[in-house]
């Protein structure tokens, strides 16, 4: 496809200032479809059609100029590329005008056209009285730089110069980078007779085909694209900047309703607190300050939301920019880059808007002095960069690299090059087959943390072999799942940091040394044990009988273990090293009699209880030695 059929034509300013009528004029279609906005004459709800200049067809979005349906014009201009900004020539600038441009400002608006309409009703000096006022209104802005010409819907005049214009703008625009994970805002949802439910918006991200399975957010409903539409034409794939309908089964149209979004399914994890870069518009009543309630407009979604002042702001008064956390009431989706718009509790004016930065934002503490700059960074920084500063800001260890693909809308394509181009990314468990990542520097203290618990450790049990793996992980600060610890360890075994027995973890220098008392209890544990042969006792009867404290008695167990002059069987069952040779010699005569054998058969060869005879046939079932089929034992061939 070519570029120019990836961009979004949308209408914004005051009610009755022609915008309807503007793109009935360029486009010969109506995009009034409520028999309410033709009655009374003015939109009520998103109109769309679509433009066709130079061999290339792309989509319109028609907002309504009603300070009532601000809510549905915000819904609209989310992913409009190129603006159509009209001011009626007999009214001039009005209230809406002046919130639409905040709006359009405030979300990033770069490319568009200023259209004085009506110019058939007032005379040249008007037209320019108007034009003067437009370069007040634009002046700071990116808007400043766009053109100002005047039509007439009614009588054609300047009509081929805005279609002129237009197709010059269009051509410059840049792509859409249709990579990362298909997003779409639903901004409709209607239900077609014999097809099921159709959802349709403009695609912010990735690509959607035929048949690809696909998620509704915030929820857990899952769907595929059935059928896909663009510009009324069945097409195999939506792309982001498309105007995309899709036919998806299986899904009730309250599911679907406007403000969540048509997504790929590895968008799991939705938000109720983000960081961002909040600007206040001239507009504004008063200066935003800590704790102020807000009206916050994301894509087509609309939730409350409470303000927190980052930095050593105190507030932001009108026409100036900071940046803030926004506690939010309900969860949204949401990515860093994507824009929004903050009108008051009340919902009676524009207060700012701005970017979201950082989309799963933690509280932050007054000790966070390197905030601020990993937020800019964030917002500012290359690929690389970004994603450095995402993961040091996050409390987590590490992130999957889907949850990083989500969150910074590179995809996984993304990441993967951004972590190649970055000697401050690290992934995990390891570069052949990265499943998350963390950066150098968390990677660091986390190494200092766990040599700092296992030396801590070493001093208070001197003759333990070391930590098992859960208990060092239960003593470190960061949040680090189980299941990524292991890779962690094994790293850092790689490294000499640490070293790792099984399930024990120590020091590369840590060696047991026993004082002589300690060496007495020894060697009265490893007595005991040879003593009780087949049926030794446990640990607490150990504990027992020599007066020795339970963590002492484990200890030394454990001790002996590795010495191998014990074997451990169970958690708190050991044996004597000759005692378990024993105990294996009977079991493999015992098979090799009848090929398996039984708990009783193994008992009576053991004179022993069922107790020892089961643990024993468990851990060797573990240890690979037997195999249990049924109720017997057979040896393990392979």
Partial sequence: MSQTERVILGTAGHIDHGKTALIRALTGQETDRLAAEKERGISIELGFAHYEIDGHRFGVVDVPGHERFIRQMLAGVHGIDLVVFTIAADDGIMPQTEEHFDILHLLGAEHGIFVITKADLVDAARIE???????????????????????????????DELRLELSRQLAALPARDARGYFRLPIDRA????????????????????????????????????????????????GLAGQRVAVNIPGVEKEQAKRGRWLTDPRIEVT????????????????????????????????????????????????KSAGWCQIAL???VLVASGDRFI?????????????????????????????????LETLRTGRAPERMSAFLDLLREFAAPTEFVAQCLGLGEEGVHESAAASEALLPLPDDSAPEAWTTTGKW?????????????????????AGMDMESLRSRLRVSLPAKLFRPVVTRLDAAGAVVRDEAIIRRPQHQVRLDESESDQASGILRALEEGGLTPPDAKQLATQLGLGSSKTLELLHMLEK??????????????????????????SGIEASDEITVADYRTALSASRKYALALLEHFDHSGVTIRVGDVRRLRTT
């Fill in 129 to 159: 009285e108007v034009r003067g006022d437009i370069e007040v209104l634009a002046v700071g802005t990116a808007c400043e730089t766009w053109p100002v010409l005047a039509v007439s819907s009614t009588t054609g005049i300047g009509l």
């Fill in 190 to 237: 209607f239900t077609l007779h014999g097809h099921g439910l159709v959802v349709t918006g403009t695609a912010v991200a990735g690509s959607v085909a035929e048949g690809d399975a696909l998620a509704i957010r915030p929820g857990d409903v899952t769907t595929r694209a059935r059928s896909i539409q663009v510009h009324g034409e069945s097409v195999e794939r």
């Fill in 271 to 318: 938000t109720d607190r983000v960081d961002c870069w909040f600007e206040v518009r001239p507009g504004a009543s008063r200066p935003l300050k800590s704790f102020d309630r807000l009206r916050v407009y994301v894509a087509t979604a609309e939730v409350m939301g409470r303000i927190i002042l980052l930095g050593d702001r105190k507030e932001l008064p009108p």
């Fill in 329 to 331: 009431d309900e969860p």
């Fill in 342 to 374: 903050a009108r008051t509790e009340a919902a009676t004016r524009t207060t700012g808007g701005g970017e979201i930065v950082h989309p799963f934002a933690p509280r932050h503490r007054a000790a966070e002095t390197d905030l601020i700059p990993k």
């Fill in 444 to 464: 660091k203290r986390l190494e200092t943390e766990v040599v700092d618990a296992l030396e801590s450790f070493h001093r208070a049990h001197p003759i333990a």
């Fill in 563 to 588: 010495q191998a002059k014990a074997v451990r069987v169970t958690p708190d069952l050991f044996y004597a090293s000759a005692a378990y040779a024993e105990a294996k010699k009977l079991l493999r």
